[in-house]
């Protein structure tokens, strides 16, 4: 079990990878086919088309980036976890029938991991924890050295 604990840092780390690269991929292609995307708004009868879309399409491509990175971690899940509920109510849910139907949905998944990176936070291999301990180590060398000019 030790040596599992000593792995800890690479489950956080796994899936801020996989699923910060699905998004960012998504992102792209959908930033890259804009006019499409937009008429699929429109479709949907989601107000302000355009910018909605490119919006959204913004929103998965700069989440996943950050994602990947840890970097901003709980921040960004907030704007994902809209983006999705958005998705899932306008799109996903008018089709859903059944509970069964509702958790073997895509976008429900989606949504638990992007509450469980809010929640827990993106773990000790990311930037966020980086830019911590970073932080951390220059408040003790304040602390230290305010200590030493006392004594």
């Not at 996989?18 to 008429?39: D, I, P, Q, R």
């Not at 139907?101 to 429900?108: A, G």
């Not at 000790?124 to 602390?143: F, G, T, Y």
Request: a neutral charge; one cysteine or more.
């Amino acid at each position: 079990m030790a040596r599992l604990d000593a792995l800890s840092w690479f489950g956080p780390l796994l899936v801020r990878c996989v699923f910060g690269y699905f998004w960012l991929e998504t992102g792209w292609a959908k930033l890259h086919n804009l006019a499409f995307f937009s008429s699929r708004f429109v479709e949907w009868g989601i107000p302000w088309p355009t910018f909605n879309a490119a919006l959204s399409a913004g929103t998965e491509f700069v989440g996943g980036l950050l994602m990947i990175l840890g970097l901003g971690t709980r921040l960004v899940m907030v704007p994902m976890i809209f983006n999705m509920l958005v998705a899932l109510a306008v799109v996903v849910l008018p089709q859903v029938g059944t509970l069964d139907e509702f958790v073997e949905l895509d976008e429900v998944l989606y949504v638990a991991v992007f509450a469980w990176l809010l929640l827990a936070g993106p773990g000790a291999a990311s930037l966020d924890a980086w830019i911590a301990r970073r932080r951390l180590a220059r408040a003790v060398d304040r602390e230290v050295a305010c200590r030493l000019e006392k004594a």
